[in-house]
């Protein structure tokens, strides 16, 4: 009975991209991102879940290849069918990699965080983008029966996300708050993608979204050794006993 509602559910997310809010929030992340991105080189960014209805938010990435993971077939379908917490991927071998809301729609979100630790190399970095929980949109999820956006699960606070990275030893290099529209616009009323990321006139409440931006860090622990000329030096200007150490 359970597997007959996800389908149910992906349709209703899959209308509301195709909704004037949900191809504003779209068009604001991508530009977004676009900036976020600028700086990511190397060989290969990973996306790990579907975000949209294809491959908008990876418009701006300067890696020579990108990759979309996802748990099921989407309109403009995925690069590989696979889930989160479980990647078939090599360790130790993405440069970069996104989580674009990934963690509000999974059942574990923090094993999907490990999993993408596993294959991040040393020095990699790590995109991740949420809602925030005490805005208009995180109350308006927590209030949805269904979720909001449909079927998403939590709303996980940026501190949160922040504490799971630095307990892998990651180090947080940027963040941005976002998202200044109303959960509620109405699509005549439908602002344009700099107008959600930006604070205005029209806009006064606070941001909805977060981006963190990490950066994998691997400290080595070199042993010292004392050369040769050290010991015998140190050795050399131990005190020796005289007749007054005796009573």
């Known amino acids: 009975m359970r597997s007959s509602h996800i389908p149910d559910r992906e349709a209703a997310l899959q209308r509301w991209w195709q909704e004037a809010l949900g191809k504003e929030l779209l068009s604001a992340e991508s530009e977004l ?3 976020a991105l600028e700086d990511v080189f190397g060989w290969e960014l990973l996306q790990v879940g579907a975000w949209g209805s294809g491959r908008e938010l990876l418009a701006g990435s300067r890696t020579r290849r990108q ?20 990647l078939p991927i090599v360790s130790d071998s993405i440069d970069a990699a996104l989580l674009p809301h990934t963690l509000e729609f999974a059942a574990d ?21 949420g809602f925030r929980p005490w805005s208009l949109w995180g109350l ?14 939590r709303v996980l606070s940026q501190g949160r996300v922040q504490e799971w990275l630095e307990l892998l030893g990651y180090e947080v ?3 941005r708050h976002y998202l200044y529209a109303s959960p509620w616009s ?3 009323a439908s602002a344009a993608a700099g107008t959600a990321l930006r604070r205005g006139l029209m806009n006064p409440m606070p941001a909805g979204a977060y981006l963190l931006k990490a950066r994998k860090r691997v400290y080595t622990l070199t042993p010292v050794r004392l050369r040769f000329r050290e010991k015998a ?5 131990l005190v020796k006993p005289t007749s007054r150490s005796h009573p």
């Open 233 to 237: 030096r140190v050795i050399g200007t």
């Open 140 to 153: 308006r999820a927590r209030a949805s029966r269904n979720g909001f956006p449909p079927s998403m699960r």
């Open 186 to 188: 109405r699509p005549a």
């Open 109 to 129: 979100p923090y094993s999907i965080v490990r999993e993408v630790d596993r294959v991040l190399v040393g020095e990699g970095q790590l995109i991740v983008m």
């Open 67 to 86: 990759t979309i993971i996802a748990a099921r077939r989407f309109e403009h379908g995925p690069d590989v069918i696979a889930r989160a917490s479980h």
């Open 173 to 175: 290099v940027a963040h």
């Open 33 to 35: 991102l676009t900036e």
